[in-house]
């Protein structure tokens, strides 16, 4: 199994969550991506949109699978990744890294703490026999 970045938080639908400052950027884990396999199109919302923890708030599709995102944590969205558009295939590439989807604005901080950390993330993916 890929390795699963400690600085992160983490959802049991396979959502990461970073923070930066104020603001969370948000992806999909590397087990996430290689589930779906090739990824050929990814669904945002544009900013402005008000997310809800837990709820979703776009489509990510592959060669296999067309599967919903949920948002980490309720906040709104500040930025988004042009890139994915044009080059989906960033969230194969660079899951952590090029291939991010969105900059939130939480409106809850304690939205934060309910979610996983990379230690339980990967019991998590253990324990559901991933």
Same mark, same amino acid.
């Given at each position: 199994? %890929?390795? =699963? ?6 959802t049991?639908?396979?959502?990461? /969550?970073?923070? +930066? $400052?104020?603001?969370?950027?948000? $992806?999909?884990?590397?087990? !996430?991506?290689?589930? @779906? $396999? ?7 919302? *544009?900013? #402005?949109? *008000?997310?809800? /923890?837990? *709820?979703?708030? #776009?489509?990510? +599709?592959?060669?296999? /699978?067309v %599967?919903? @995102?949920? !948002?980490? =944590? %309720?906040? +709104? =969205?500040?930025e988004?990744? /042009? ?23 939480? %409106?809850?901080? $304690?939205?934060?703490? &309910?979610?996983?950390?990379?230690? &339980?993330?990967?019991?998590?993916l253990s +324990?559901?026999?991933?």
């Open positions: 199994m %890929s390795s =699963i970045p400690s600085d992160l938080r983490y049991r639908e396979h959502e990461w /969550a970073k923070q +930066e $400052g104020s603001r969370v950027r948000v $992806g999909i884990t590397a087990y !996430a991506q290689e589930q @779906l $396999g090739d990824v050929v199109f990814v669904e945002l919302p *544009k900013v #402005g949109t *008000k997310l809800t /923890a837990h *709820k979703t708030f #776009g489509v990510v +599709e592959s060669v296999k /699978a %599967s919903d @995102l949920f !948002a980490p =944590i %309720s906040g +709104e =969205i500040v988004i990744n /042009a890139d994915l558009p044009n080059t989906p295939q960033l969230v194969n590439q660079d899951p952590y890294g090029r291939g991010w989807m969105l900059v939130v604005a939480p %409106s809850s901080a $304690g939205d934060w703490d &309910q979610l996983l950390t990379a230690e &339980q993330y990967e019991q998590f +324990e559901s026999g991933h």
